[in-house]
């Protein structure tokens, strides 16, 4: 509407070069200069005066004053002369405001492109799910048709759904009958359907494929992973960097500058040329092209594109700080088990020693009886190990968590029953009696790189009862990511609780720089520390922490960037920076690639908004540049910031 109204007005302007010398008369262009001055440009009168009453200036109010100033010359011109029709300047106020609403027209559009990722996250979510009857039994088919279809909102934890093939999985739950091909892309970046099978966990929004399934709901609306993946990106995009903060300051300080110079200007051309109305124009120019549209945007549309697109591909940027550190990284620390290896191990080596004349399997069911109810992963090698070997575990009559130690219990039955036992890493044996016994047995498959427990009678004195090795398998990608992090020139770190031959062994198998091992859960954020002032004379090195679980929680939180697998816990995801969707430890070099792309894009956006009006502001001043010209370049400056935030978008992970 405002174009249509300021076309007349600028036809003029396009006739001249034709010989052309026609122009509307002084009233027909008041006419149509007052609606766009005063109706569809009252948004720029509302915001500058709220800005002048919060005591700082902004775009809003020198958009305000620039045009009034043109309109009142104008008015004036017209007034004071009858044929004054060839020295008005309406036609200069309206196209400024209609550039203006071109460029946050832009900037809208801009900021519906970026966030793309979370309207396609949004889509995910089908409205319907399939409730199973409550007294439904599944089975043979039968159950096909026993479902009630009730909105989303209207299910619950542990209600059973049914999902046929092609349909989105509405919850996240655990599959109790079926198996399928699950198209997870849009949720973990992961590009191939994954198979399913009973007990698998899936995840709410992602694709059911050939097979038919039920799903027992175990999170279901805000507590689901899809809600928590929108919930983060929204916050990231929402939130200021700290570099955005000193653009604010500078903004506060650039506008009330602005104006100053504007008046300077017009005072300057007034006292040399003896002409008000050059004066006032010249002025005029000198607001409109500082306006710090450009300035603004530089940053916002840098971050809501690299965000949108990071979330693409399984990359989950929380805190928008993260793009200001990860830029600066020197070194990548990673927790071991269900970071670099699979975190599923299984018993590879069961010794009983010889102090003990029990058989191996009642040594067996003791160990794993200790075991019962605990989620640790070696917990359930140990339980799978027993029930494989025809060991029934013990339950025991108590049990107590030793945290970074292991566990102990008082078996139920047995030939140990009501006595304590221990389950414990060699790390928390070292001032055990038998310790240097230990440490010569178990030495074989600590350089196979197993990890050993240590079946131990608590009771005084100590005694070993069986050494127990742990294999976990390396992700097939660990070698390739500390590769890329190598090629990144960022050193590598592992941290583990095993012991350090067994450690290391791992480590140089993927090429990692430097190990850590028998690490206590408490110390991990203390050599976090410690890398961090490990640079040469204690210079400040940028450490990044990987890891997945609740052990890993203060690492990821003393870390300058935080990177939890969502393969992991939520109290790690909690502490992290950054999540990484899928358990694939390539990721945590794509996502210091986008990161540092990103910050590349805001450094980028910054230098062209201060050049533009470092350049634009003199040429003003002197006249070069009318108030619509003005107008046209501060749109066109806007327009080249949020085009190259969006060329973000064109980002792809290196090993997707």
Not at 25 to 45: C, D, N
Not at 170 to 186: A, K, R
Not at 417 to 432: C, F, G, R, T
Request: one cysteine or more; glycine letters at 8%; aromatic letters at 6%.
């Amino acid at each position: 509407l405002s174009f249509a109204l300021s076309a007349p007005l600028m036809l003029p302007m396009f006739l001249m070069p034709f010989g052309i010398h026609w122009s509307l008369s002084a009233k027909w262009q008041l006419l149509l200069a007052t609606p766009v001055q005063f109706i569809l440009g009252w948004r720029f009168y509302k915001a500058g005066f709220k800005s002048l009453l919060a005591g700082a200036g902004n775009m809003d109010l020198l958009v305000a004053l620039g045009t009034s100033a043109a309109y009142g010359l104008s008015l004036y011109q017209m007034f004071a002369s009858a044929h004054a029709s060839h020295e008005l300047y309406f036609e200069g106020s309206a196209v400024i405001i209609c550039m203006v609403l071109l460029g946050k027209w832009l900037e809208a559009r801009a900021k519906q492109q970026t966030s793309e990722a979370i309207r396609a996250l949004q889509k995910l979510w089908p409205e319907n799910a399939k409730v199973l009857n409550t007294n439904t039994v599944i089975g043979a088919d039968a159950f096909l048709d026993q479902y009630r279809e009730v909105p989303l909102e209207q299910v619950f934890p542990n209600d059973r759904i049914l999902v046929l093939p092609g349909e989105r999985i509405p919850v996240d739950g655990t599959i109790i009958f079926g198996s399928s091909h699950i198209d997870e892309s849009l949720l973990t970046g992961e590009s191939e359907p994954v198979k399913k099978q009973l007990e698998a966990r899936v995840i709410g929004g992602s694709l059911n494929g050939e097979g038919v399934l039920i799903i027992h709901a175990q999170a279901v609306g805000v507590e689901s992973v899809l809600s928590k993946i929108i919930t983060l990106v929204e916050d990231a995009q929402t939130q200021k960097a700290p570099i955005q903060k000193l653009v604010d300051r500078v903004s506060a300080i650039f506008v009330p500058s602005v104006i100053a110079i504007a008046a300077l200007t017009g005072i300057a051309n007034w006292f040399f040329l003896d002409s008000v109305s050059i004066a006032i124009l010249r002025s005029v120019s000198v607001l409109v092209i500082a306006c710090p549209c450009a300035l603004g945007l530089a940053t916002p549309a840098a971050i809501m594109a690299g965000t949108g697109v990071a979330a693409r591909y399984g990359i989950l940027i929380k805190d928008p700080q993260v793009l200001e550190l990860a830029h600066r990284l020197n070194i990548v620390a990673f927790d071991k088990t269900g970071t670099l290896t699979i975190g599923k191990p299984r018993v590879l080596s069961f010794i009983p020693l010889t102090n003990t004349n029990e058989d191996a399997n009642t040594l067996l069911a003791t160990a794993a009886g200790l075991q019962m109810g605990s989620e640790h992963p070696l917990a359930k090698a140990l339980i799978d190990a027993a029930k494989l070997a025809g060991a029934i575990p013990i339950p025991p009559t108590q049990s107590e968590a030793l945290p970074g130690v292991g566990i102990s219990g008082v078996p139920s039955s047995g030939p140990w029953a009501n006595q304590k036992l221990s389950l414990q890493s060699i790390a928390s044996l070292v001032n055990n009696s038998h310790y240097s016994e230990i440490l010569y047995k178990s030495q074989r498959y600590l350089s196979q790189g197993q990890t050993v427990s240590v079946l131990v009678h608590s009771e005084t004195p100590s005694t070993p009862l069986a050494i127990i090795g742990f294999g976990d398998e390396l992700k097939s990608s660990a070698k390739a990511a500390i590769s890329a992090l190598h090629q990144l020139h960022i050193r590598t770190v592992m941290l583990s609780g095993d012991n350090i031959a067994a450690a290391k062994r791992v480590g140089q198998s993927i090429g990692i720089d430097e190990v850590f091992g028998q690490v206590l859960p408490s110390n991990k954020a203390d050599i976090i520390r410690q890398l961090q002032s490990s640079g040469q004379d204690q210079a400040r090195q940028y450490v990044a922490m990987v890891g997945d679980g609740v052990n890993d929680a203060p690492a990821l939180a003393s870390a300058d960037v935080g990177m939890a697998m969502s393969t992991g816990t939520d109290v790690a995801m909690q502490a992290a920076g950054i999540t990484l969707m899928r358990g694939d430890p390539s990721l945590v070099a794509d996502a210091i690639d986008i990161s540092k792309k990103t910050w590349g894009k805001i450094g980028q956006n910054l230098f062209w908004a201060f050049a533009f009006n470092a350049t634009g502001i003199p040429l003003a001043a002197l006249g070069y540049l009318s108030p619509m010209l003005a107008g046209s370049a501060m749109a066109l400056s806007s327009f080249c910031v949020l085009s190259n935030a969006l060329l973000l978008k064109r980002w792809r992970p290196t090993h997707h």
